[in-house]
């Protein structure tokens, strides 16, 4: 795609809006935003923020507000791993995840917010965690542990 560049000055509203055209066709899209892994790696803190704003305005915020013409719909949010500032390195952490499906009785409220630190806090976990897309297409809540005490 013309402007999808792997790094901070990617075309994220492009990006959605392919996705949305793209779901006129298909069941599934998937998006991948490098940007924020990126500014991650080079420890860039102002760029790893921005990373993370412009992709929940321009992508996320994008999608949500297209995707109700294509009926029902489960969007799923989440990173592929965490790359904190201060290693500059992928770690082994469980990734936050966010999920919103168009049928209500289809959510599950954990976190208040989408933040590792929220995603702690809101002790919903995906184990093992590769099961989370399969879980996603069919009967996702099934694959959620509540560690919420």
Same mark, same amino acid.
């Given at each position: 795609?013309?402007?999808?560049?792997?790094?901070i000055?990617?075309d994220? /509203?492009?990006k959605?809006?392919?996705?949305?055209?793209?779901?006129?066709?298909?069941?599934?899209?998937f &998006?991948h935003?490098?940007?924020?892994?990126?500014?991650?790696?080079?420890?860039?803190?102002e760029?790893?923020? $921005?990373?993370?704003?412009?992709?929940?305005?321009?992508?996320?915020?994008? /999608?949500?507000?297209?995707?109700?013409?294509?009926?029902?719909?489960r969007?799923? /949010?989440?990173?592929?791993? !965490?790359? !904190?500032?201060? $290693?500059?390195?992928? +770690?082994?952490? !469980?990734? !936050?995840?966010?999920?919103?499906?168009?049928?209500?009785?289809?959510? /599950?409220?954990?976190a208040?917010?989408?933040?590792?630190?929220?995603?702690?806090?809101?002790?919903?976990? &995906? +184990?093992?965690? #590769?099961?989370?897309?399969?879980?996603?297409?069919?009967? #996702?809540?099934?694959?959620?542990?509540?560690?919420?005490?």
């Amino acid at each position: 795609m013309p402007g999808a560049t792997g790094y901070i000055d990617t075309d994220y /509203v492009g990006k959605a809006r392919r996705a949305l055209e793209a779901l006129g066709e298909k069941d599934f899209v998937f &998006v991948h935003v490098e940007a924020p892994d990126e500014m991650g790696h080079e420890g860039n803190l102002e760029g790893k923020v $921005k990373a993370i704003e412009d992709f929940d305005g321009k992508v996320v915020g994008t /999608v949500l507000e297209g995707i109700g013409r294509h009926g029902d719909y489960r969007v799923l /949010v989440l990173s592929d791993h !965490p790359t !904190p500032i201060a $290693k500059r390195t992928h +770690t082994a952490e !469980p990734s !936050p995840f966010a999920v919103l499906c168009s049928r209500r009785d289809d959510n /599950v409220r954990g976190a208040e917010g989408y933040s590792e630190e929220a995603a702690r806090r809101g002790g919903l976990v &995906v +184990t093992p965690g #590769w099961q989370l897309m399969e879980g996603f297409i069919g009967d #996702w809540r099934r694959f959620i542990e509540d560690r919420r005490r």
